[in-house]
Protein backbone atom coordinates (compact mmCIF):
# COMPACT_ATOMS: atom_id res chain seq x y z
CA UNK A 1 0.00 0.00 0.00
CA UNK A 2 1.32 3.71 -0.40
CA UNK A 3 0.25 7.44 -0.02
CA UNK A 4 -1.15 9.68 -2.27
CA UNK A 5 1.73 11.95 -4.09
CA UNK A 6 1.61 14.86 -2.48
CA UNK A 7 4.11 18.05 -1.43
CA UNK A 8 4.79 21.07 0.76
CA UNK A 9 6.58 24.06 1.59
CA UNK A 10 9.12 24.32 4.07
CA UNK A 11 11.88 27.51 4.94
CA UNK A 12 14.98 25.68 6.07
CA UNK A 13 18.01 27.63 6.89
CA UNK A 14 16.24 31.19 5.11
CA UNK A 15 15.49 28.73 1.84
CA UNK A 16 12.58 27.66 0.33
CA UNK A 17 12.51 23.74 0.02
CA UNK A 18 9.71 21.43 -1.47
CA UNK A 19 9.16 18.34 0.62
CA UNK A 20 7.68 15.19 -1.84
CA UNK A 21 5.66 12.62 0.04
CA UNK A 22 4.14 9.21 -0.39
CA UNK A 23 3.71 7.47 -3.59
CA UNK A 24 5.19 8.87 -6.63
CA UNK A 25 3.65 6.56 -8.85
CA UNK A 26 0.76 6.25 -11.37
CA UNK A 27 -1.78 4.65 -9.02
CA UNK A 28 -0.93 7.59 -6.31
CA UNK A 29 -1.05 10.37 -8.71
CA UNK A 30 -3.75 12.93 -8.33
CA UNK A 31 -6.34 13.74 -10.96
CA UNK A 32 -6.24 15.41 -13.12
CA UNK A 33 -2.00 15.48 -13.74
CA UNK A 34 -2.45 18.90 -15.75
CA UNK A 35 -3.02 21.03 -12.15
CA UNK A 36 -0.09 19.44 -10.19
CA UNK A 37 2.00 19.65 -13.60
CA UNK A 38 1.67 23.88 -13.23
CA UNK A 39 2.32 23.57 -9.72
CA UNK A 40 5.73 22.21 -9.82
CA UNK A 41 6.63 24.11 -12.63
CA UNK A 42 5.76 27.10 -11.36
CA UNK A 43 7.50 26.00 -8.15
CA UNK A 44 10.54 25.00 -10.42
CA UNK A 45 10.56 28.51 -11.96
CA UNK A 46 10.91 29.96 -8.49
CA UNK A 47 14.41 28.36 -8.32
CA UNK A 48 13.30 26.43 -5.22
CA UNK A 49 15.05 23.31 -3.38
CA UNK A 50 13.39 19.74 -3.58
CA UNK A 51 13.62 17.26 -1.22
CA UNK A 52 12.63 13.39 -2.39
CA UNK A 53 14.16 11.84 1.02
CA UNK A 54 9.91 11.64 2.34
CA UNK A 55 8.97 10.06 -1.09
CA UNK A 56 7.73 6.47 -0.47
CA UNK A 57 8.20 5.18 -3.68
CA UNK A 58 8.79 7.15 -7.81
CA UNK A 59 7.91 5.20 -10.66
CA UNK A 60 8.67 6.20 -14.62
CA UNK A 61 5.63 7.99 -14.67
CA UNK A 62 5.92 10.48 -11.53
CA UNK A 63 9.67 10.31 -12.64
CA UNK A 64 8.62 12.01 -16.15
CA UNK A 65 6.33 14.45 -14.08
CA UNK A 66 9.32 15.61 -12.34
CA UNK A 67 11.50 15.72 -15.47
CA UNK A 68 9.14 17.57 -17.27
CA UNK A 69 8.79 20.55 -14.32
CA UNK A 70 12.47 20.92 -13.94
CA UNK A 71 12.88 21.73 -17.55
CA UNK A 72 14.25 18.79 -18.19
CA UNK A 73 17.52 19.38 -16.67
CA UNK A 74 18.78 18.74 -13.20
CA UNK A 75 17.74 21.55 -10.04
CA UNK A 76 20.69 23.31 -8.76
CA UNK A 77 19.44 21.97 -4.54
CA UNK A 78 18.01 19.02 -4.43
CA UNK A 79 18.37 15.83 -2.13
CA UNK A 80 17.47 12.67 -3.72
CA UNK A 81 18.03 8.91 -2.41
CA UNK A 82 20.15 6.81 -4.86
CA UNK A 83 16.99 4.57 -5.69
CA UNK A 84 15.02 7.49 -6.84
CA UNK A 85 18.20 8.87 -8.83
CA UNK A 86 18.53 5.62 -10.43
CA UNK A 87 14.40 6.29 -12.10
CA UNK A 88 15.20 10.17 -12.47
CA UNK A 89 18.20 9.05 -15.11
CA UNK A 90 16.43 6.56 -17.06
CA UNK A 91 13.65 9.71 -17.07
CA UNK A 92 16.45 11.84 -18.32
CA UNK A 93 17.47 9.37 -21.14
CA UNK A 94 14.31 9.22 -22.90
CA UNK A 95 14.87 11.14 -26.06
CA UNK A 96 12.37 13.86 -26.56
CA UNK A 97 11.10 13.19 -29.80
CA UNK A 98 9.51 9.11 -28.38
CA UNK A 99 8.64 10.94 -24.65
CA UNK A 100 4.70 11.04 -24.13
CA UNK A 101 3.08 13.81 -22.62
CA UNK A 102 1.34 12.73 -19.66
CA UNK A 103 -0.84 15.75 -19.72
CA UNK A 104 -2.80 14.66 -22.82
CA UNK A 105 -2.69 17.03 -25.65
CA UNK A 106 -6.55 18.34 -26.65
CA UNK A 107 -8.29 17.41 -29.83
CA UNK A 108 -8.53 19.93 -32.42
CA UNK A 109 -12.67 19.81 -32.98
CA UNK A 110 -12.72 19.39 -37.46
CA UNK A 111 -14.93 22.25 -38.73
CA UNK A 112 -17.64 21.02 -41.02
CA UNK A 113 -15.52 21.93 -43.98
CA UNK A 114 -12.90 19.73 -42.86
CA UNK A 115 -15.72 16.70 -41.99
CA UNK A 116 -17.84 17.08 -44.77
CA UNK A 117 -13.99 17.16 -47.51
CA UNK A 118 -12.78 14.00 -45.83
CA UNK A 119 -16.79 12.42 -46.37
CA UNK A 120 -15.94 13.02 -50.00
CA UNK A 121 -12.47 11.93 -50.06
CA UNK A 122 -13.97 8.54 -48.25
CA UNK A 123 -16.45 8.31 -51.05
CA UNK A 124 -14.19 9.38 -53.63
CA UNK A 125 -11.75 6.24 -52.82
CA UNK A 126 -14.84 3.81 -52.37
CA UNK A 127 -16.01 5.09 -55.90
CA UNK A 128 -12.19 4.51 -57.43
CA UNK A 129 -11.92 1.09 -55.89
CA UNK A 130 -15.00 0.11 -56.54
CA UNK A 131 -14.38 0.80 -60.71
CA UNK A 132 -11.32 -0.71 -60.46
CA UNK A 133 -12.94 -3.63 -59.39
CA UNK A 134 -15.66 -3.78 -61.98
CA UNK A 135 -12.70 -3.30 -64.49
CA UNK A 136 -10.62 -6.29 -63.43
CA UNK A 137 -14.03 -8.24 -63.57
CA UNK A 138 -14.77 -6.98 -66.86
CA UNK A 139 -11.45 -7.90 -67.65
CA UNK A 140 -11.39 -11.54 -66.52
CA UNK A 141 -14.55 -11.94 -68.35
CA UNK A 142 -13.00 -10.91 -71.74
CA UNK A 143 -10.14 -13.29 -70.81
CA UNK A 144 -12.64 -16.60 -70.19
CA UNK A 145 -13.61 -16.16 -73.24
CA UNK A 146 -10.73 -16.96 -74.97
CA UNK A 147 -9.64 -19.60 -71.98
CA UNK A 148 -12.58 -21.03 -70.98
CA UNK A 149 -11.23 -24.14 -69.33
CA UNK A 150 -10.28 -21.58 -66.86
CA UNK A 151 -13.38 -20.91 -66.26
CA UNK A 152 -14.37 -21.17 -61.86
CA UNK A 153 -17.04 -23.72 -62.00
CA UNK A 154 -16.21 -25.10 -58.60
CA UNK A 155 -16.31 -22.21 -57.28
CA UNK A 156 -19.33 -20.45 -59.41
CA UNK A 157 -21.55 -23.41 -58.08
CA UNK A 158 -20.53 -23.62 -54.46
CA UNK A 159 -21.59 -19.79 -54.10
CA UNK A 160 -24.95 -20.91 -56.12
CA UNK A 161 -25.44 -23.18 -53.57
CA UNK A 162 -24.87 -21.29 -50.11
CA UNK A 163 -26.33 -18.17 -51.60
CA UNK A 164 -29.40 -19.87 -53.23
CA UNK A 165 -30.13 -23.48 -52.34
CA UNK A 166 -29.69 -22.85 -48.83
CA UNK A 167 -31.58 -19.41 -48.64
CA UNK A 168 -34.78 -21.17 -50.17
CA UNK A 169 -36.44 -21.57 -46.30
CA UNK A 170 -35.82 -18.25 -45.15
CA UNK A 171 -36.88 -16.67 -48.09
CA UNK A 172 -40.08 -18.56 -48.64
CA UNK A 173 -41.15 -18.26 -44.88
CA UNK A 174 -40.66 -14.23 -45.01
CA UNK A 175 -42.70 -13.97 -48.57
CA UNK A 176 -45.06 -16.69 -46.65
CA UNK A 177 -45.79 -14.41 -43.78
CA UNK A 178 -45.35 -10.75 -45.52
CA UNK A 179 -48.37 -12.06 -48.09
CA UNK A 180 -50.21 -13.32 -44.99
CA UNK A 181 -49.89 -10.06 -43.34
CA UNK A 182 -50.92 -7.74 -46.15
CA UNK A 183 -53.44 -9.65 -47.36
CA UNK A 184 -54.79 -9.49 -43.90
CA UNK A 185 -54.51 -5.62 -43.35
CA UNK A 186 -55.71 -4.71 -47.00
CA UNK A 187 -58.90 -6.82 -46.59
CA UNK A 188 -59.36 -5.04 -42.89
CA UNK A 189 -59.84 -1.67 -45.32
CA UNK A 190 -61.03 -2.90 -48.58
CA UNK A 191 -63.85 -4.46 -46.18
CA UNK A 192 -65.33 -1.59 -45.30
CA UNK A 193 -65.37 0.25 -49.18
CA UNK A 194 -67.19 -3.18 -50.45
CA UNK A 195 -63.91 -3.40 -52.78
CA UNK A 196 -62.65 -7.05 -51.54
CA UNK A 197 -62.12 -8.21 -55.33
CA UNK A 198 -59.05 -5.80 -55.40
CA UNK A 199 -56.91 -7.68 -52.98
CA UNK A 200 -55.71 -9.85 -56.11
CA UNK A 201 -54.65 -6.27 -57.52
CA UNK A 202 -52.77 -5.41 -54.41
CA UNK A 203 -50.79 -8.50 -53.47
CA UNK A 204 -49.94 -9.35 -57.26
CA UNK A 205 -48.43 -5.82 -58.15
CA UNK A 206 -47.13 -5.26 -54.21
CA UNK A 207 -45.47 -8.44 -54.37
CA UNK A 208 -44.59 -9.53 -57.56
CA UNK A 209 -43.03 -6.02 -58.49
CA UNK A 210 -42.14 -4.27 -55.04
CA UNK A 211 -41.89 -6.40 -51.84
CA UNK A 212 -40.72 -9.85 -53.59
CA UNK A 213 -37.21 -8.04 -55.17
CA UNK A 214 -36.90 -6.16 -52.32
CA UNK A 215 -37.10 -8.50 -49.50
CA UNK A 216 -34.84 -10.94 -51.13
CA UNK A 217 -32.19 -8.35 -51.58
CA UNK A 218 -32.26 -7.55 -48.04
CA UNK A 219 -32.14 -11.05 -46.87
CA UNK A 220 -29.46 -11.96 -49.19
CA UNK A 221 -27.53 -9.11 -48.18
CA UNK A 222 -27.75 -10.01 -44.76
CA UNK A 223 -27.40 -13.35 -45.22
CA UNK A 224 -25.07 -14.40 -47.99
CA UNK A 225 -22.78 -10.65 -48.13
CA UNK A 226 -21.62 -10.59 -45.22
CA UNK A 227 -20.54 -13.74 -45.49
CA UNK A 228 -18.74 -12.93 -48.41
CA UNK A 229 -17.40 -9.70 -46.84
CA UNK A 230 -16.54 -11.71 -44.17
CA UNK A 231 -14.65 -14.87 -45.90
CA UNK A 232 -12.63 -12.57 -48.30
CA UNK A 233 -11.82 -10.12 -44.66
CA UNK A 234 -10.44 -13.37 -43.09
CA UNK A 235 -8.61 -14.44 -46.43
CA UNK A 236 -7.06 -10.70 -45.93
CA UNK A 237 -6.26 -11.12 -42.38
CA UNK A 238 -4.59 -14.96 -42.81
CA UNK A 239 -2.56 -13.34 -46.23
CA UNK A 240 -4.27 -16.08 -48.14
CA UNK A 241 -4.83 -13.22 -50.59
CA UNK A 242 -1.17 -12.48 -50.73
CA UNK A 243 -0.57 -15.81 -51.21
CA UNK A 244 -2.90 -16.14 -54.48
CA UNK A 245 -0.75 -13.03 -55.95
CA UNK A 246 2.60 -14.78 -55.21
CA UNK A 247 1.70 -18.00 -57.21
CA UNK A 248 -0.18 -15.21 -60.13
CA UNK A 249 -3.45 -16.17 -59.42
CA UNK A 250 -6.23 -13.65 -59.84
CA UNK A 251 -8.41 -12.73 -57.05
CA UNK A 252 -10.69 -11.32 -58.66
CA UNK A 253 -11.75 -14.67 -61.16
CA UNK A 254 -11.10 -16.70 -58.41
CA UNK A 255 -12.85 -14.80 -55.45
CA UNK A 256 -15.01 -12.33 -57.12
CA UNK A 257 -16.14 -13.35 -59.98
CA UNK A 258 -18.02 -16.66 -59.21
CA UNK A 259 -19.78 -14.95 -56.19
CA UNK A 260 -20.93 -11.97 -58.21
CA UNK A 261 -21.94 -14.29 -61.02
CA UNK A 262 -23.70 -17.00 -58.54
CA UNK A 263 -25.39 -13.87 -56.56
CA UNK A 264 -26.97 -12.40 -60.26
CA UNK A 265 -28.77 -15.91 -61.10
CA UNK A 266 -29.65 -17.20 -57.62
CA UNK A 267 -31.58 -13.91 -57.04
CA UNK A 268 -34.63 -14.14 -59.98
CA UNK A 269 -34.85 -17.25 -58.99
CA UNK A 270 -35.22 -16.56 -55.34
CA UNK A 271 -37.59 -13.79 -56.19
CA UNK A 272 -39.90 -15.89 -57.85
CA UNK A 273 -39.80 -18.48 -54.91
CA UNK A 274 -40.17 -15.72 -52.36
CA UNK A 275 -43.04 -14.02 -54.42
CA UNK A 276 -44.71 -17.47 -55.03
CA UNK A 277 -44.45 -17.97 -51.46
CA UNK A 278 -46.06 -14.16 -50.68
CA UNK A 279 -48.79 -15.07 -53.37
CA UNK A 280 -50.02 -18.32 -51.73
CA UNK A 281 -49.65 -16.66 -48.00
CA UNK A 282 -52.20 -13.78 -49.34
CA UNK A 283 -54.29 -16.13 -51.27
CA UNK A 284 -54.39 -18.16 -48.11
CA UNK A 285 -55.60 -15.18 -45.49
CA UNK A 286 -57.81 -13.61 -48.38
CA UNK A 287 -59.61 -16.88 -48.44
CA UNK A 288 -60.08 -17.15 -44.68
CA UNK A 289 -60.59 -13.45 -43.78
CA UNK A 290 -62.92 -12.52 -46.94
CA UNK A 291 -63.92 -16.08 -47.94
CA UNK A 292 -62.56 -15.55 -51.52
CA UNK A 293 -62.51 -18.71 -53.38
CA UNK A 294 -59.06 -19.80 -54.67
CA UNK A 295 -60.24 -20.29 -58.68
CA UNK A 296 -61.38 -17.02 -58.37
CA UNK A 297 -58.15 -15.23 -57.18
CA UNK A 298 -56.05 -17.68 -59.53
CA UNK A 299 -58.27 -16.93 -62.65
CA UNK A 300 -58.27 -13.15 -61.59
CA UNK A 301 -54.02 -12.85 -61.25
CA UNK A 302 -53.09 -12.31 -64.71
CA UNK A 303 -55.33 -10.13 -65.91
CA UNK A 304 -54.20 -7.71 -62.34
CA UNK A 305 -50.66 -8.04 -63.00
CA UNK A 306 -49.64 -8.10 -66.64
CA UNK A 307 -46.30 -10.08 -67.03
CA UNK A 308 -44.81 -7.04 -67.76
CA UNK A 309 -44.37 -6.90 -63.90
CA UNK A 310 -42.72 -10.33 -64.04
CA UNK A 311 -39.77 -9.47 -65.81
CA UNK A 312 -39.79 -6.37 -63.87
CA UNK A 313 -39.02 -8.19 -60.84
CA UNK A 314 -36.50 -10.40 -62.41
CA UNK A 315 -34.78 -7.84 -63.49
CA UNK A 316 -34.56 -6.27 -60.01
CA UNK A 317 -33.39 -9.17 -58.43
CA UNK A 318 -30.78 -9.65 -61.31
CA UNK A 319 -29.37 -6.35 -60.55
CA UNK A 320 -29.72 -6.51 -57.03
CA UNK A 321 -27.64 -9.70 -56.99
CA UNK A 322 -24.90 -7.99 -59.24
CA UNK A 323 -24.86 -5.04 -56.36
CA UNK A 324 -24.53 -7.18 -53.52
CA UNK A 325 -21.87 -9.10 -54.52
CA UNK A 326 -19.98 -6.31 -56.15
CA UNK A 327 -20.30 -3.94 -52.16
CA UNK A 328 -19.43 -7.18 -50.19
CA UNK A 329 -16.69 -8.37 -52.40
CA UNK A 330 -15.36 -4.77 -52.44
CA UNK A 331 -15.68 -4.33 -48.93
CA UNK A 332 -13.83 -7.52 -48.01
CA UNK A 333 -10.66 -6.38 -50.34
CA UNK A 334 -10.76 -3.36 -47.83
CA UNK A 335 -10.45 -5.04 -44.94
CA UNK A 336 -7.48 -4.79 -42.99
CA UNK A 337 -5.17 -7.49 -41.11
CA UNK A 338 -7.06 -7.21 -37.79
CA UNK A 339 -10.35 -8.10 -36.15
CA UNK A 340 -11.65 -4.74 -35.52
CA UNK A 341 -11.20 -4.01 -39.65
CA UNK A 342 -13.07 -7.37 -40.08
CA UNK A 343 -15.94 -6.74 -38.07
CA UNK A 344 -16.72 -3.30 -39.29
CA UNK A 345 -16.52 -3.51 -42.76
CA UNK A 346 -18.52 -6.52 -42.33
CA UNK A 347 -21.21 -4.05 -41.32
CA UNK A 348 -20.43 -1.80 -43.54
CA UNK A 349 -20.79 -4.07 -45.98
CA UNK A 350 -24.47 -4.80 -45.32
CA UNK A 351 -25.61 -1.30 -44.49
CA UNK A 352 -23.93 -0.23 -47.95
CA UNK A 353 -26.02 -3.22 -49.63
CA UNK A 354 -29.35 -2.83 -48.20
CA UNK A 355 -29.00 1.24 -48.68
CA UNK A 356 -27.84 0.53 -52.21
CA UNK A 357 -30.63 -1.66 -53.07
CA UNK A 358 -33.01 0.40 -51.83
CA UNK A 359 -32.02 3.57 -54.30
CA UNK A 360 -31.86 0.91 -57.07
CA UNK A 361 -35.38 0.20 -56.21
CA UNK A 362 -36.57 3.76 -56.40
CA UNK A 363 -35.18 4.36 -59.59
CA UNK A 364 -36.15 1.49 -61.35
CA UNK A 365 -39.88 2.84 -59.84
CA UNK A 366 -39.23 5.81 -61.43
CA UNK A 367 -38.16 4.45 -65.17
CA UNK A 368 -40.80 1.80 -65.34
CA UNK A 369 -43.81 4.05 -63.79
CA UNK A 370 -45.52 3.51 -67.29
CA UNK A 371 -44.73 -0.01 -67.11
CA UNK A 372 -46.86 -3.51 -66.74
CA UNK A 373 -49.91 -1.42 -65.42
CA UNK A 374 -53.32 -3.55 -65.69
CA UNK A 375 -55.38 -2.71 -68.70
Known sequence: MGEPASFTTEIRDGKRVIQLSGA????????????????????AAEGVSWDLTSMVRLDSAGALLLWRAWGKQWPLAASIP???????????????????????????????????????????SHLRDGLSLVGAILLDIFWLFTHPRETPFREFSATLYKSGALALPVTAL??????????????????LFGAETFIVNILGMSIIRELGPVLVAVLVAGRSGSAMTAQ????????????????????????????????????????VWCSAAGIFGGLLAANIQLDLSWGFFIETLPRSVPLPNLWIGLSKGFVFGLLIGLIACHFGLRIKPNTESLSTK????????????????????????NVGLPL
Open 82 to 124: EEHRHVLLRAESVPAATALPLVPAPTAVLGWLEWFGLRVLRAG
Open 24 to 43: WTLAWLPSPLAELDQQLQAL
Open 232 to 271: IGVMRVTEEIDALATMGVSRTLRLVLPKVMALALAMPLLV
Open 346 to 369: TTSSVVTSITVVILADAVFAIFTR
Open 174 to 191: VGFLIGIVLSYLSSLQLR
